[in-house]
Each structure stands twice: as C-alpha cells, then as structure tokens.
C-alpha cells in the first residue's frame, strides 16, 4: 500500500543544501516547512528558492509551509554548550535579552514582572525544563526548578496564554508573510492562536489565491474556541509542546482525538506536530513510545504528521523522514477506514452549512460510498480549490485519490491532504470533456490501467453554485 497519511520535514542548518533537501523529498517528506522564527528574511526567501529548484529537479509538487514566529517570549541566549537547570536549584528570572546562565535566566518580555505571579509555572524550550514562580522582587522574581534539563540556544519561554499581551498575527508575522506570499508560498502557519479573530486578521486572499491558512492550537483559548477557529482556517496543527505547557499533560492525548477529529469532519486537514521522533535528533532510531506516538497519530486521523528539530538540526534529516515513512505507512496499513468513515457521517449528521457545503458534503460520501461497494480502482477528483479532495479524504477511502487541478498552488497545497495525490489538469477546457480529459491523464501517469473502474467527482456547468454535484463511475 501507497503511504497515504502525509509527512511535514523542517527546514534548517542540517537540511538546507539542496542536495539534503532532495533526498528528504525522495525518502517521503511532502511539504517542506520554513521556521520563519529563525534567520532573517532572505534567508526564508533563500531556502523558498531552494525547496522550488527541489521541486523542479524531482518533477512532482512540494508544499512549502511559512511558519509564523508569533508573539513568540524567548529567554537570553545561554553560552555555548548551553547550560543545564538542575531540578530543585532556585534560580532568578528577569527581563532581558543579553545572556542567561544557570542562575540567571533573562527573558525577552518586558511585561514579565506583571503578567507572572507566585505559583506560575513558566516552561523553557517546548516543556523541556519546567520553573515555578516562588517570589517576586522589584526587579526579578525567583524560581525553583521542578524539572531540569539543559538550555541551548534562545529557548521559547512559554508566558500562559491567557495573560501574554501581545497580539496575533504580530506585526513582524504579517510583514513576513507579505513577503512570502509574494514569493508564493503555498501554506502560512499562524501562532499562538487564541480565537478565529486571529485567523481572520491575516487578511490574505483565501486559497488558492492565497496561502492556505494553518490554525496552530496551541493555547487553552484555542481549545476553547475550537470549532470557530476550525471554521475560519484553512487547516490545523496540534502544536503539543506549548499545548501541554496550557493544560494538563494527562489531558493531551485526549485533546489530540478531539481536535483531530472535529477537522476532519469539517473537511480540513489536521497535523499532529512536536516531539514525535525528537531522540532521532542525535540517535540513529526512535524510541519505542515515538513510533507508537506516531502509529496511534495516524490511528487518530492525522491528515500529516511533522518533523521538526528532528530535520532541522538532527544528525540524519533523511533517516528521520525515512522513518516516519516507514512508521506511517504500516499503520496506514491497519487504519479501520470503516469504522472512520462511520464516525465521520455521525459527526456530520445535523451540521448546518452552505448549500453548497451540503451538496458536496453529500456527493463526496456518495463517491465515498460507490468507490467501495463498486470495487473501484480510484477516486478521480476534478477541483479548482481542493475542497473536493478535502472533503473526500475526511472518509479515509482505501482507494487511492488523485486530485485534478488547472491552479499551480492548488495542487501545491494538495500535498498536505490525507490520501491524495497532486495531478495537473490543462486549463480552459470545455467542461464537458474534463472528465475524459482526466481519465486520459490518469492513464497516461500509470495511476490507472485499461479495465478499472473509477469514481469520478467533479463540478458540473449546469450548477449555479461552486459545489461538487456531479459522479460518475467510469470503466476504462
């Protein structure tokens, strides 16, 4: 079986060459991510141009996700090496941004000494070491440190959300995306996400014209705005580290099914991020846990699952891609897509939306529901945004889906969708003949063979509206 649930690798010091990046997307990796909170601006637009020369030299699509640094509170950065907080030591927090120790920690918020108070837990680097607030002075307050760990670099400091100031997007965000989507990026990741106020004050066009927007929940607020925020993007990431920063570890697991499944009912793909193969960092295989981590994300309904630090600074980008490829697709394996397919249409049942929202919500089950009982070979998609893909991955079909498209970032954003794979479709077509035009192209690629039966789904020119309205099974 054909992996169908797709990989996110990071872009970074250890997985910039062209060279690195190549054999990243030839061991699996489907979009590339660019850490924009990292680097100046060229050198985002530098590793864009990069990831494109990629995309030209192994002749298929390449998503490229901009991710948005947000209101993002880092401490000073610590010496070289960095510095290990041992558990139970007392240290003193303070403002600043020129250096930390293992005794000292500056912190680059100035609204530090008023928005954390005695009993604050403040966390360092995704959670990796954990200090609680014992006393506040004039100009620094003192912590005990409940779990240690070493600090390199300039650490994310996570400051609770419902507290932190500054607004999201920030403006440095938007003024970083304005840039990307110049270059044209095809997805842009939005931090810190408290509520869909935030989604809608990126103010892109909506994709494909635009970027396809990525809601990061990652804030006790966003949990409890879910559905709106759903709503508003384009798609979403389970950010874990900050996430189980905001709200209790034993309630993470839970809190991923939750969210997982309420995107995929709502046609948006959903990626489950942070830590999942972080010992490939420096070891040459994960852990026991992490390959579960990733086994039972897939089992969940993640659309993606991410790679960060893992490629970005690991000691084999490519091994850790490969990996989760080879983790991934076994469970893809054991999916229950049944059972999926099942709670999804449960999850449906009484939602209200558009007309057209419910005339493709009902044609893609149907397509759903005829590809399986008819025994056919594939699901043919014709689209110009990509929701009807989307809105046919939310099933889970064994069958693979191809996704016909005339826009270039269409099927660029196509590549973070469960199950589909990216074709391009010649623009300016008569409508009556983009059916038999992508049958032929499905053809001439190998995906399909003389005697299959395909599903066909596509738009219709008899519609008034955008909707999905029309399917054909189609025997070749």
Not at 115 to 138: M, N, P, Q
Not at 206 to 230: F, Q, S, Y
Not at 361 to 383: L, Q
Request: aromatic share 4%.
């Amino acid at each position: 079986m054909t992996r169908r649930t797709k990989i996110i690798a990071t872009m970074g010091p250890a997985s910039e060459s062209e060279g690195v990046l190549k054999d990243m997307v030839e061991a699996g990796a489907d979009v590339i991510r660019i850490n924009l909170s990292h680097g100046g601006l060229d050198d985002a637009v530098d590793r864009y141009r990069r990831v494109r020369r990629v995309e030209d030299a192994v002749g298929r699509p390449i998503g490229i996700l901009a991710d948005l640094p947000g209101p993002k509170v880092r401490a000073g950065s610590f010496p070289e090496g960095g510095a290990v907080l041992h558990s139970e030591a007392t240290v003193s927090i303070r403002v600043g941004n020129e250096g930390s120790t293992d005794s000292v920690v500056e912190v680059d918020y100035e609204s530090l000494m008023t928005d954390l108070h005695v009993g604050d837990r403040i966390s360092f680097g995704d959670g990796g070491v954990v200090v609680e607030v014992t006393d506040a002075g004039a100009d620094s307050l003192r912590g005990r440190v409940l779990h240690g760990g070493l600090l390199q670099g300039r650490p994310g400091v996570h400051i609770p959300s419902e507290r932190l100031r500054m607004p999201t997007p920030t403006p440095h965000d938007l003024e970083l995306l304005d840039a990307m989507v110049n270059e044209g990026v095809d997805m842009a990741a939005v931090s810190f996400v408290r509520s869909a106020h935030d989604i809608r004050r990126v103010g892109t066009e909506p994709h494909p014209a635009g970027p396809m927007i990525i809601a990061k929940i990652e804030t006790r607020a966003a949990v409890e705005n879910l559905d709106g925020i759903i709503e508003a993007a384009g798609a979403v990431m389970v950010a874990r580290g900050d996430l189980g920063s905001e709200l209790p570890l034993e309630e993470l697991p839970h809190l991923q099914k939750r969210i997982l499944h309420r995107c995929i009912a709502l046609g948006r793909p959903a990626i489950t991020a942070t830590q999942m193969l972080e010992s490939m960092v420096s070891a040459p295989s994960p852990t026991r846990a992490e390959t579960s981590d990733i086994a039972n994300a897939v089992f969940d309904g993640s659309s993606a699952v991410m790679l960060s630090g893992e490629t970005a600074i690991g000691h084999d980008p490519t091994l850790a891609v490969a990996t989760m490829a080879r983790i991934a697709r076994r469970a893809d394996e054991e999916f229950d897509d049944d059972a999926w397919a099942e709670k999804v249409e449960r999850l449906n049942k009484g939602r209200e939306g558009s007309t057209d929202d419910i005339v493709t919500n009902s044609m893609s089950f149907a397509a759903f529901r005829a590809a399986s009982e008819a025994g056919a070979s594939s699901i043919i998609c014709i689209t110009r945004t990509g929701f009807t893909v989307r809105a046919i991955a939310r099933f889970r079909p064994r069958v693979p889906i191809l996704g016909f498209t005339t826009d270039e970032r269409t099927r660029r954003q196509l590549t973070l969708s469960w199950g589909a794979t990216p074709m391009a479709m010649p623009g300016g077509l008569d409508p009556a003949r983009q059916v038999s035009t992508a049958v032929e192209l499905a053809q001439a690629a190998g995906q399909v063979r003389s005697g299959d039966l395909v599903a066909v789904l596509s738009g219709s020119p008899d519609y008034k509206g955008v909707a999905t309205d029309s399917l054909r099974l189609v025997h070749i």
